[in-house]
């Protein structure tokens, strides 16, 4: 069923107006879900087109719903995708502000950042491998603009994939000799563990995540290009955050990130 463009536009209009005003809106899957999926990344794509018309940079993109298990939970069969801007970047050091966010949860991830243009649909594994120009650790502040998390399918992904923020680790690794499986995560904050898990839980494999992305985002017309940053999907459970935690993401191989949050 198509959905009328008065309705995505709509639908993209409450999600901007929340961001904006840091007041959360009721799901809008009644709106939009009669659509599908379809008419939630139309929703996505109408915010993506304001706001790079309003001078925001894309930079990446992320990708959602790597687990199998919370794929089951919202009745889907593959992950989703989100944005990323430049203004999403805090570099690790700089205390996050959560004035800048709604709703934030924090996840552990490994972040990609690519070395080639990615314009073919039918990519190979092993044109993913060649493209992956370095990893690091991640930590994405994920948000809702929905009101306490009130999500389906239709919702995060006209949310731009329930996105924030994010803070990349400072040190480069190469994927020699580096197995993204196997390297376990250990997410802490104030000395307990708040989330662990490992690369296997992101889709099998992050390389498999990002292979994902760059065939969607081809044969969407938004393809990856050199240098954009790919965060590739949780290693593990997301956890809740607080003004004056400072939350550390260990991953091993592929090193250590941290996210400092301003106590006011």
């Not at 809008?28 to 008419?39: K, M, T």
Request: aromatic share 4%; hydrophobic share 45%; with cysteine.
């Amino acid at each position: 069923m198509t959905i009328d463009p008065k309705t995505i536009e709509q639908a993209a209009l409450a999600l901007r107006g929340a961001a904006e005003t840091g007041k959360p809106v009721s799901p809008i899957r009644d709106l939009i879900s009669a659509g599908g999926v379809e008419a939630a990344y139309a929703v996505q794509e109408a915010n993506t087109k304001h706001y790079l018309a309003n001078g925001r940079r894309l930079v990446g993109r992320k990708i959602g719903l790597t687990s199998i298990a919370v794929q089951r939970q919202l009745g889907v069969d593959q992950p989703d995708y989100g944005m990323l801007f430049a203004d999403m970047d805090v570099p690790e050091g700089i205390p996050v502000s959560l004035d800048q966010v709604i709703q934030p949860k924090v996840e552990a991830e490994i972040a990609i950042v690519v070395g080639r243009d990615l314009p073919h649909p039918d990519m190979t594994t092993s044109e993913m491998i060649r493209a992956v120009e370095y990893v690091v650790p991640a930590i994405e502040i994920v948000d809702s603009r929905v009101a306490n998390w009130d999500i389906k399918i239709w919702d995060t992904i006209a949310d731009n994939a329930s996105s924030g923020l994010f803070v990349l680790g400072a040190v480069p690794r190469k994927l020699d000799g580096l197995d993204l499986r196997s390297c376990g995560m250990v997410m802490e904050a104030k000395g307990e563990p708040i989330s662990v898990g490992a690369g296997i839980a992101c889709l099998g494999s992050p390389i498999t995540a990002s292979l994902w992305l760059a065939r969607v985002m081809a044969k969407a017309g938004r393809p990856l290009l050199e240098g954009d940053v790919i965060l590739s999907g949780a290693l593990g459970p997301m956890a809740g955050v607080a003004r004056g935690d400072v939350v550390e993401a260990r991953i091993n191989g592929v090193g250590t990130v941290r996210a400092a949050f301003a106590a006011d």
